[in-house]
């Protein structure tokens, strides 16, 4: 069976940092497609930045410059580090994981991928 776990999500001011974890058991990330989404209460859910097959690395325009996804094959672990965080980053987040490329449409926690943590809460206050 395959679980992924997140953690890492909480309460910040705006400009502080987090470092969100999705660790995997049954499934490994390496030559995996993995992502990270979020969803804002009242708003669609968004892809954030993945890390496809091949390693090559996508971020939304909003938080470019600002979040960086990296991988840990060790501990099987995918991080999501958090700079510059904005009121407008509140959210819960999500970790995604499937063997292919889903594509950048999806709705939070489902669809497409397979694989999916069970949420974080990220709220930045200004």
């Known amino acids: 069976e395959v679980e992924l776990v997140e953690s890492g999500g909480g309460s910040v001011q705006a400009g502080g940092s987090l470092r969100l974890a999705c660790t995997a058991s049954?499934?490994?990330?390496?030559?995996?497609?993995m992502g990270w989404f979020r969803q804002a209460p009242g708003n669609e859910c968004e892809l954030v930045s993945d890390?496809?097959?091949?390693?090559?690395?996508y971020y939304a325009d909003s938080v470019k410059g600002r979040f960086t996804t990296s991988q840990d094959n060790a501990k099987n672990t995918v991080y999501l580090q958090m700079n510059s965080l904005k009121p407008e980053d509140t959210a819960v987040y999500y970790c995604?994981?499937?063997?292919?490329?889903?594509?950048?449409?999806?709705?939070?926690?489902?669809?497409?991928?397979?694989?999916w943590g069970q949420g974080t809460q990220v709220t930045v206050s200004s």
């Open positions: 995604a994981a499937d063997e292919s490329w889903q594509g950048r449409a999806a709705l939070c926690g489902t669809w497409p991928s397979k694989y």
């Open positions: 049954g499934f490994t990330f390496d030559g995996s497609y």
């Open positions: 890390i496809n097959l091949d390693g090559s690395t």
